[in-house]
């Protein structure tokens, strides 16, 4: 069987997952900010911070359905298995650090 | 370039292919040498400057070493340890470390990966003679006494005109970036090289681990640099104009210089020590005889470690008052950041354990790196934790950890690595005598030094003072902390007598003397000019290479390109991801054009060191000009369609094709580009929200038909540069659709001038006017660099340089002027924006 070339637009699949976790700092540091400069209610910046971390989760489960799963196409040889491999794991690994670092944030008080 | 092509050029034997290449691509003798651009030379002058610089800021270490070694030293006083200090930071971070892994990345990466040289070698020398002036800049500013005193982060306000008069700081600043514009430059070179110039048939998969490093480092260096770029701009702004961005009393803040340095700063620590970890990963299979364990892993580890590097800036300033929320979660990713590198160090504990280790100089180095880096990765989790964080800040403490970090991650690897390729750099072995004692010197001494620090820190002993009171237990440790500073001292001064015996007596070896599987030991040693004779075909992981088979059949011109053609320095431009040969890529020669730009970029730099704007000004548009000179002669004034390159195969030339490593380079270019352009657009965000003395007394107020009418001509520009692409490509004339772009790009530039001399409030009244103004600056500069690339159209299309086929320069035209519209639509909608978010701000309880 003749190995297609695996498209180079794959690579930006290498850094989405992460940068799914970036763009969740961010949003919730600049929500947390903005919440407590113009004193929101303790409830209202917790339900705005675990709705920008669940959008971000969803971000990556989105992301994994559409483009990380097909991506599992033997046609395209080692150099497809590898980087299905890795973007899959890159994804997971986003998934446990969004979970870690911006989880907790919801248990704690928030401006003082 | 001369386009008259021999048809078919003919192979002949490996000494004659040898003669012709090296005519082509060798540096020519005595003053010639300042034109060179080969990776090989630049690479080697990289390292060689890193070093002096090292030695610099040794010497300086040791001078801050004798001044703490007892208590009330008369030594020094207050302001020269002040310098020294300073300067040891500054020295050891921008003009040793940085550097040096360019150095390494310019000279290995390129043999690593099969092909003959980087993607744009007269940037790699722009580059050195870059880092090289501002180093020289830096040095000569010390001996004068002048050098920066302000801590080598600059911390704003101490580093303001209130607090830091003369140009002390100044020269950091300016000196500082101009040794960045080198590493930004180097980092897009790298990017492109490792995505588009590997040795055909390397795919992603079967690239050396090492390639992967650079890949992520260099991406990391292209968004990491762009923040402190604009700190450091918008501080010396401050500082010459008067422009308020970190002065509280008018609206500015002083923490913004800490989230912008620290931008940077967090993931320069991984930037320095991604490359020693692709050193390790390198040389460890080759000492355990055992394939690499976790390649997979490997490469998810460092491009989760990249990420997160950025993401925890801010627990360099958990006692600036963050609340405890915040705090929270950027200690979590602090303490996070230590998985990722925990995947390779047992990644190469595995490989160890899995092989039959062989004990050498650079395993000793290795095992140096082991314990001191685990050591200061530790630490480093304890600060990540904020109550720890918040009794060691600014403690001997945290000089401890940075220094197991920091040199662990890169002293030891690097010497490792230094012995490692001492014989691909001077085609001679070691001897050893030296090296096993000059090691342990440096070992014993780094700890007896840096051991102590975290003990004396803990006691409460302060950093950056210059003198201490009487205390018990802070003397003795400061005295042995000195001691062990000498120690390690003695070592680093038996390395290099070891190194100059070994490059003067060294027995001579033949290729691949530690029976290593990498490319860059399929050549000979010391490497040719032109790297490889001709070009491998990778057919499997090109880590396990058998060298001895492969590097007879390149020398005799068996691979690609195993010919010299019409006095061309040629290699291959591959598919990013398979590796499949896609382009002819023809690379320009030694040209002394990088020694004068660069000569021109530090007149403008010192030019404004000395406040003579109106010369700094002159000598910016005579480097532009020379940059605009630099694209003249590049490419081929003919279409070829396509040319053999050997094994039965012909490419198009690279300027033939869509997907040619210039395009890449302004992609990535741009990437850096944006990176600042969004921390410009946050430190607006940020001094709204968070900087004292806001909303200003004066309502703002913009000219909103002229900002709109400007915005407007930056669009109609890019339409107008659009249809001359599509024109030109059908074969008819784009110059009245070029000029037509010029012309909106003037009336542009022109409306943004007039908008920057009109903001209210004034500039220097409040940080609020100097943010627009900022804005302005920004999208102005932008259209100014598009009159550049049209301007340079216009030549290129008058000498023949384009064509229906060869539509390069006009489509990165495009994509400069689509990027500038799309910022500039950005920058004057958060100006006008800026009214109503002062509204806003006055809702506040």
Redo the contacts between chains.
């Keep these: 069987m003749s190995?297609r070339?695996?498209?180079?637009r794959?690579?930006w699949l290498?850094?989405l997952g992460?940068?799914a976790?970036?763009s969740a700092?961010v949003t919730?540091?600049?929500l947390?900010?903005?919440g407590?400069?113009?004193?929101w209610s303790a409830g209202a910046i917790h339900l705005g911070l675990g709705l920008a971390i669940l959008a971000h989760l969803a971000l990556i489960a989105w992301l994994w359905g559409n483009y990380a799963k097909p991506l599992a196409d033997p046609a395209h040889g080692?150099?497809g298995?590898?980087?299905h491999?890795?973007i899959i794991?890159?994804m997971l690994?986003?998934v446990v650090?969004i979970a870690?670092?911006?989880g907790?944030?919801l248990l704690?008080?928030?401006?003082? | 370039m001369n386009t008259s092509i021999e048809d078919s050029p003919k192979r002949g034997t490996a000494i004659g292919l040898h003669r012709q290449l090296e005519e082509i691509w060798a540096t020519g003798p005595g003053l010639q040498r300042l034109a060179a651009v080969n990776h090989t030379v630049i690479g080697a002058r990289f390292m060689a400057t890193a070093f002096v610089f090292f030695a610099i800021g040794g010497v300086l270490g040791m001078l801050a070493r004798v001044q703490l070694a007892t208590p009330q030293s008369t030594f020094m006083d207050a302001e020269t340890y002040n310098q020294v200090f300073t300067m040891h930071g500054s020295m050891l971070l921008f003009l040793f470390a940085i550097p040096m892994i360019e150095g390494i990345a310019v000279y290995l990466t390129p043999k690593m990966l099969g092909t003959r040289d980087f993607a744009f070698p007269r940037l790699t020398a722009y580059g050195y003679w870059c880092y090289l002036f501002g180093g020289t800049i830096l040095t000569v500013a010390l001996i004068a006494g002048v050098a920066p005193n302000g801590g080598w982060f600059m911390y704003t306000p101490l580093s303001s005109n209130v607090y830091t008069p003369g140009i002390n700081a100044d020269v950091w600043l300016l000196g500082v970036t101009f040794v960045e514009i080198s590493a930004l430059t180097l980092a897009v070179e790298i990017i492109v090289s490792v995505l588009k110039m590997r040795a055909p048939g390397m795919s992603l998969d079967r690239m050396p681990i090492f390639g992967w490093y650079m890949l992520v480092t260099a991406l990391m260096m292209v968004v990491a640099f762009p923040p402190l770029i604009l700190g450091s701009t918008l501080l010396e702004t401050e500082r010459a104009f008067g422009l308020p961005f970190f002065d509280p009393t008018r609206g500015g803040d002083a923490l913004l210089w800490q989230h912008l340095f620290w931008i940077f700063g967090h993931p320069d620590v991984y930037i320095i020590f991604l490359p020693m970890a692709g050193i390790l990963s390198t040389m460890i299979p080759v000492f355990a005889n055992t394939p690499l364990v976790g390649y997979r892993a490997i490469v998810v580890a460092i491009i989760g470690l990249a990420f997160v590097s950025f993401g925890i800036w801010v627990h360099h300033m958990f006692t600036v008052g963050i609340p405890h929320l915040a705090l929270a979660f950027f200690s979590a990713g602090s303490a996070i950041v230590a998985v990722p590198t925990a995947v390779q160090l047992f990644a190469w504990l595995a490989t160890l354990a899995n092989g039959q280790p062989r004990w050498n100089v650079p395993m000793l180095y290795i095992f140096g790196f082991f314990s001191t880096f685990v050591i200061g990765g530790l630490t480093g989790v304890m600060l990540a934790i904020v109550p720890f964080d918040w009794q060691a800040h600014d403690t001997y403490f945290v000089v401890a950890h940075f220094h197991y970090v920091v040199a662990g991650a890169l002293a030891f690897p690097l010497l490792g690595a230094l012995y490692y390729w001492l014989p691909l750099l001077t085609g001679r072995t070691a001897v050893y005598r030296l090296s096993i004692p000059a090691f342990w010197l440096i070992f014993v001494g780094f700890n007896l030094t840096f051991f102590l620090m975290h003990l004396v820190g803990l006691l409460g002993m302060p950093r950056r003072i210059y003198t201490y009171p009487e205390v018990e237990s802070w003397t003795w440790l400061n005295l042995l902390s000195s001691v062990g500073g000498f120690i390690m001292t003695i070592g680093f001064a038996l390395v290099t007598i070891d190194l100059i015996a070994q490059i003067r007596y060294g027995r001579r070896v033949r290729r691949d003397p530690w029976k290593a599987a990498t490319l860059e030991w399929a050549m000979p040693i010391p490497p040719v000019p032109y790297a490889f004779a001709s070009l491998p075909g990778i057919d499997g992981r090109a880590d396990r290479i058998a060298v001895g088979e492969l590097a007879p059949s390149l020398a005799r011109g068996e691979g690609y390109l195993g010919f010299a053609r019409n006095g061309w320095q040629e290699t291959l431009g591959v598919c990013i991801t398979s590796g499949v040969p896609e382009q002819l890529i023809v690379l320009p020669r030694a040209t002394y054009l990088p020694l004068w730009t660069a000569l021109c970029t530090g007149a403008a730099v010192l030019a404004m060191l000395f406040k003579l704007y109106f010369l700094a000004l002159l000598m910016a548009l005579v480097v532009a000009g020379l940059f605009v000179c630099w694209g003249q002669n590049a490419g081929h004034s003919r279409d070829f369609d396509s040319l053999p390159v050997g094994r039965g195969l012909s490419l198009p030339p690279h300027t033939e094709v869509a997907s040619t490593p210039p395009w890449w380079a302004l992609i990535f270019a741009l990437v850096a580009d944006g990176t600042l352009f969004t921390s410009l657009v946050f430190g607006v965000l940020y001094l709204w929200i968070s900087a004292p003395n806001w909303p200003p007394a004066a309502t703002p107020v913009t000219n909103i038909p002229l900002a709109l009418a400007g915005g407007a001509a930056l669009f109609a520009a890019a339409a107008a540069t659009r249809r001359s692409l599509r024109l030109q490509a059908s074969g008819r004339s784009p110059q009245a659709w070029i000029g037509l772009a010029a012309l909106l790009l003037l009336a542009a530039i022109a409306g943004v001038v007039v908008l920057i001399g009109n903001v209210i409030p004034h500039p220097r009244e409040h940080a609020l006017g100097a943010t627009a103004a900022a804005l302005f600056g920004y999208v102005a500069l932008h259209a100014g660099i598009g009159l550049l690339f049209l301007v340079s159209n216009f030549m290129r299309l008058a000498a023949g340089f384009i064509s229906s086929r060869r539509l390069i320069d006009l489509r990165l035209t495009r994509l400069w002027l689509d990027y500038t519209a799309i910022t500039g639509a950005i920058a004057i909608g958060l100006v006008l924006a800026l009214p109503t978010l002062v509204g806003i701000l006055e809702m506040r309880p």
Excluded: E, I, N, R
């Design positions: 190995v070339p695996v498209p180079a794959w690579l290498l850094v992460f940068g976790w970036c700092l919730v540091y600049a947390h900010s903005v407590c400069t113009f004193a080692p150099t298995s590898f980087l491999w890795v794991w890159t690994a986003a650090t870690f670092t911006l907790p944030t704690l008080t928030s401006c003082t």
